[in-house]
DNA sequence: TTGAAAAATGCAATCGGTTGCAAAACTAGA
DNA sequence: TCTAGTTTTGCAACCGATTGCATTTTTCAA
C-alpha cells in the first residue's frame, strides 16, 4: 500500500522560505512571530494539509497532552459518565484522553498505572479498585509533578486532588430519610470497608441511628463484595427470612437496591409499605423498576469535569509543593416512591 | 517541587557500559543480543527504575501502539461496553485506548478524528455519529494504511474493516416474533435512516409485514431523531390515541420501547396484552421494567474485541491494498414478559 | 593455529517538533 | 544619516528510542 508522505514542519519551511523554528512559533501563535507571517504560514500549512505529529511535541516536552483514567469498570453508569465528563473537558482544552479498566483488582489497576505513566500522561484520574491498599504505583506520578486527582473512590492519606460526594452525609440523610418515613428496622447493604465511600456511607447510616435513637443491629448490616444485583438478591432473602425482618434497607448502591425491591416484591412484601428502599447513584434502572427506588444523586458528569479542570489547571500552577486540595460536591436524596413519604 | 530525573536508555548504556543501541535491542528481546546481555540489562533496568518513553518510541516508528475510539456518546449501555471489550483486547496486547465522543455531530466527529490522527493512533475504531454522512475525515487514515474498524454504525461504502449484527435479520425477527404472538397492527419507532443500523432494522421489519401479508402502515412507522425516553412517550401517546391503535410496537431500541410500556401502561393498556412491545440492545433497564422486556441481544463486548482484533492483526498483516472485511455478529429474540408467548 | 562463518555489539542517522540565545531586520528619534 | 531599541527570524541542540549497516568478538571446523 503506498502511503502518502507527510507534510512536517520542515517542509513548510522550505516552501516558505523560513526556519523550522519560526514555523513552529507561527503555529502555535507566538508573540514573537509577526501577524503576517503567521496568518501565512497557517494558511499554507492548511493547504497544504500539514498535520502536526503530537508525539514529536510531546517527546520534546516531556507530556502528551493527554490526561490518563483509570477506573474500575468502565461500563457502569457512574463511572461512563464520569469519564463523558471528563473527556468533554479535555477535548475542549485540545487534551486527549487514555482509558483503562482494572476490574476491581489492585494487580491490574498497578500495571496500567504503568502504562500511562510510559505514556506520559499530562495528570491522571483515579477511581480506586475495590481493594487497593497500597498506594506506591502513583508515586512515580507525583515524584515527576505529575498532577493526581483521585475521584470517588479515594485514598485516606495521599497527597494530591480529590473530587468526591460527602459519603458521610449523603449515608446520614439517606437513613434519616427512611426514618421520617417511619421505619425503624432498618438493614444496610454495605460495600467494602476499605473504599471511603462505602465505609463513609455506612458511618452515616450508623451516627443517623443512633441520632434518632434506634440500635444498631449487626444482623442487618450485610457486608457486600461487589453489591451486584445476585448478592442483593441473597442478602434481602436472608433478611425477609428474619423472626424480624427489617422495615428498611439503605443499599450503598442501586444494583443492590433494585435486586431487593424485585426480590421482596416476589416474595410477597409489598415495597415500601412492608419495606422502603433506597439505593445510591441514581443509575437509570432506579427511574424504571416499580416502584421506582428512591435514591442519592451522584453528580458523575460534575465530578468528571472537575476531574479535568484540576489537572488543566494545575498545568499553569507554579508547583509549589503538592497539598492535598479536595472538592466535595453536594448529593441529595431524591425521593421515589419505594421509601414512605415523610411524616 | 523537585522532579527526580528520568532513567533512559542512554543512563542504562553508561551504568553498563553498552551502547545504547544494546540496550535497546535487549529490552525488545531482539534475537541478535545474547540471552546474558538481555537478562542482565533488563535487572538492571528494573533496579534504576528505567520506565519506557513512548512517546519517543512512538515518534520513532511514527506510531504509537494506541487504538483511537470514536463514539457518539460514551455513557450509554452498549458504547461503554463496546468500549470496555476494547480496552481489554488492546491492553493485552500492549496497546493504549485513546476515547473520544462526537455527541452525534458530524463536526464533533469530524474535529475528534483529526485530533486522533494527530495523536497517531495506530488504528481507528468508529461508530458514526446519527448524521455523518460525508467520510473525507476518515481519508487522512487510509491514505496513510492505519485500519479503521467501523462498528455498529457503518458506512454504507466506506473501504474498510466493519464489525457489526445483521439488522435486517434482527428487524425481521424482532417483527415475526411479535407476528408469532398474535399481533396484526405492529408500529415501528424508527431511527434516522440514515445509519445502516436503523435503516436495516426497519426493512427487516417491512419484509417480515410483507412476508406474512400483513398491510404496511405508514402511520405506524413513527420516525426518531434520537429514539429517546421522551420522543418514546410521545409517540406512544400519540400511537395509542388513533382510532385504531397498533397491539405491538417494534422499537429500535431499549429507551424508547421501555418508555412506551410506561405509557401504556399509566394509559390503562395493559402490556402485552393490549400492547406487546419489543425493543432492541438489551439495555440493563430493560431486564428492570414491568413486564419485563423482550428485545433483541446485542453482542457489545464481543464486538469490541473483535475490532480491537481487527486493529492488533492489521500490524502483522502484508498490507496490500485495503478490502472491505465485514463481521457480522449473531444477534437474537430474548423473549421476556413483554411480548406474548408463541402460539 | 588459522580462517571463515556466526554471534554480539556499536556507530550514527533518524523521527518531528521546541526553545534559549544569537543575529538580522526594521523602526523611529536625534 | 546614524544609533539605539524593538521586532522578527534563524541556529543548533535537544527530547529518547530505533535500526541499517559496519565492526568486533566468539565459535568451531579444518
Do not use: W
Not at 148 to 154: K, Y
Not at 210 to 234: A, C, M, Q, R, V
Amino acid at each position: 500500500m503506498e502511503v502518502k508522505k507527510e507534510v512536517t514542519i520542515y517542509d513548510l519551511a522550505k516552501t516558505l522560505n523560513y526556519s523550522p523554528s519560526t514555523i513552529s512559533r507561527a503555529l502555535n501563535n507566538h508573540k514573537s512571530i509577526s501577524k503576517k507571517t503567521i496568518k501565512l504560514v497557517k494558511e499554507t500549512a492548511e493547504k497544504v494539509g500539514y498535520r502536526p505529529n503530537n508525539l514529536a511535541a510531546g517527546l520534546r516536552n516531556n507530556k502528551s497532552k493527554t490526561i490518563g483514567i483509570l477506573v474500575p469498570h468502565l461500563n457502569r453508569p457512574f463511572v461512563s459518565t464520569l469519564i463523558s465528563g471528563i473527556e468533554e473537558s479535555a477535548r475542549k482544552a485540545g487534551y486527549n484522553v487514555l482509558i483503562s479498566q482494572s476490574y476491581d483488582e489492585a494487580e491490574i489497576e498497578i500495571a496500567n498505572a504503568r502504562t500511562l505513566y510510559d505514556s506520559r500522561v499530562s495528570g491522571l484520574i483515579v477511581s480506586l479498585a475495590m481493594q487497593t491498599e497500597l498506594y506506591d504505583h502513583f508515586k512515580q506520578f507525583t515524584d515527576q509533578g505529575i498532577p493526581i486527582v483521585f475521584v470517588d473512590r479515594v485514598p485516606k492519606t495521599y497527597n494530591s486532588y480529590k473530587v468526591i460526594i460527602d459519603n458521610y452525609t449523603a449515608g446520614y440523610k439517606a437513613t434519616k430519610h427512611l426514618i421520617q418515613g417511619g421505619c425503624k428496622r432498618i438493614a444496610h447493604f454495605a460495600g467494602s470497608q476499605h473504599r471511603n465511600v462505602y465505609e463513609d456511607r455506612k458511618k452515616g447510616y450508623v451516627d443517623a441511628l443512633k441520632e434518632h435513637n434506634l440500635p444498631i443491629d449487626e444482623s442487618l448490616i450485610i457486608p457486600f463484595k461487589t453489591l451486584s444485583f445476585e448478592e442483593g438478591e441473597k442478602a434481602t432473602k436472608k433478611l425477609l427470612k428474619m423472626e424480624q425482618p427489617p422495615d428498611a434497607i439503605f443499599s450503598a448502591n442501586d444494583t443492590a437496591a433494585v435486586s431487593a425491591i424485585l426480590c421482596a416484591k416476589k416474595m410477597g412484601f409489598s415495597v415500601p409499605e412492608d419495606l422502603a428502599i433506597i439505593g445510591f447513584n441514581d443509575d437509570p434502572i432506579s427511574k424504571i423498576v416499580e416502584p421506582a427506588l428512591s435514591t442519592i444523586s451522584h453528580p458523575a458528569l460534575k465530578m468528571g469535569k472537575i476531574s479535568a479542570k484540576r489537572i488543566l489547571e494545575h498545568e499553569q500552577k507554579e508547583q509549589d509543593d503538592l497539598l492535598t486540595e479536595v472538592s466535595v460536591l453536594n448529593t441529595e436524596v431524591i425521593a421515589r416512591a419505594s421509601t414512605r413519604p415523610i411524616n
